[in-house]
């Protein structure tokens, strides 16, 4: 287990503009929904629920909303939403992983592989990049919540794998089977966390110039911003000129 980890979080996500927060927030419903559809109804109980709700929380997504999301599940009304990973290349040859819940697989497919295209990317089939991420439960808090040698003494105690602490915060990180308890005892001690989900975390990234690394993020926001796609991962690095030229 390691203190410090060379691992840099280069998920990319889009701005929180307004516009897109009823997008962001119809997403975080059908998780919820989902979650309480093949569980229980109850956050306590229900890890994949709660994590649902603290992503939905930390978006600021209101209450009501949040409630009605698990409400549609118990109703029997709710549609039927299939979980599928789609994988595949991007420019530069980045590993991208993609993850959807959708009513119809065949209209997902065939809109992601548009996607992938129009971007110089391709699909590939199923496995075919997945084994150069480790599938991974992190959760995160705020620095100011803990000591480095605080929150790894806790997380160590709790079952988890890995910690990154810096100045942004503490990233905590659980194989899938022991996320739940890691994130039961973490919150017990420490209170909510601001994040915990199930990820894709690559082993290695791959560096790309900047053209490059433009049509790769280019590609991640037109997959982000399809409804059905719930969350993207890729293994690329880019240079923080870039960062912040895409940010302006």
């Known amino acids: 287990?390691?203190?410090?980890?060379?691992?840099?979080?280069?998920?990319?996500?889009?701005?929180?503009?307004?516009?897109?927060?009823?997008?962001?927030?119809?997403?975080l419903a059908r998780e919820i929904t989902v979650a309480a559809k093949l569980g229980v109804p109850d956050p306590a109980m229900n890890p994949r629920l709660?994590?649902?709700?603290?992503?939905?929380?930390?978006?600021?997504?209101?209450?009501?909303?949040?409630?009605?999301?698990?409400?549609?599940?118990?109703?029997?009304?709710?549609?039927n939403y299939e979980q599928i990973r789609y994988e595949g290349y991007g420019p530069g040859g980045v590993a991208v992983i993609v993850e959807v819940l959708t009513d119809n697989r065949n209209?997902?497919?065939?809109?992601?592989?548009?996607?992938?295209?129009?971007?110089?990317?391709?699909?590939a089939e199923t496995g075919a990049v997945s084994f150069m991420f480790d599938h991974v439960g992190v959760i995160e808090y705020a620095a100011g919540v803990s000591s480095?040698?605080?929150?790894?003494?806790?997380?160590?105690?709790?079952?988890?794998?890995d910690v990154v602490s810096s100045e942004s915060g503490h990233e905590i990180y659980a194989a899938p089977d022991h996320f739940a308890?890691?994130?039961?005892?973490?919150?017990?001690?420490?209170?909510?966390?601001?994040?915990?989900?199930?990820?894709?975390?690559?082993?290695n990234t791959v560096a790309?110039?900047?053209?490059?690394?433009?049509?790769?993020?280019?590609?991640?926001?037109?997959?982000?911003?399809?409804?059905?796609?719930?969350?993207?991962?890729?293994?690329?690095?880019i240079s923080d000129a870039l960062v912040q030229k895409m940010s302006a």
Not at 51 to 74: F, T
Not at 181 to 203: I, Y
Request: glycine share 10%; aromatic share 6%; proline share 2%.
């Open 50 to 79: 709660r994590a649902a709700v603290l992503a939905a929380r930390a978006e600021n997504m209101p209450k009501d909303n949040i409630e009605r999301a698990i409400k549609k599940a118990q109703g029997g009304g709710a549609e």
């Open 208 to 237: 790309v110039d900047d053209e490059q690394g433009e049509k790769v993020l280019k590609l991640i926001d037109s997959l982000n911003e399809h409804d059905d796609v719930q969350n993207v991962y890729a293994n690329f690095e």
């Open 1 to 27: 287990m390691a203190g410090h980890s060379q691992f840099k979080n280069i998920m990319h996500r889009k701005g929180r503009q307004d516009a897109a927060k009823s997008q962001l927030f119809g997403k």
């Open 148 to 161: 480095g040698e605080a929150m790894f003494e806790a997380a160590l105690e709790a079952g988890a794998d």
């Open 181 to 203: 308890a890691v994130a039961k005892a973490l919150e017990a001690k420490f209170g909510e966390p601001r994040k915990a989900a199930l990820v894709w975390r690559p082993q």
């Open 107 to 123: 209209r997902t497919a065939g809109e992601v592989r548009s996607t992938f295209t129009k971007s110089g990317g391709h699909l």
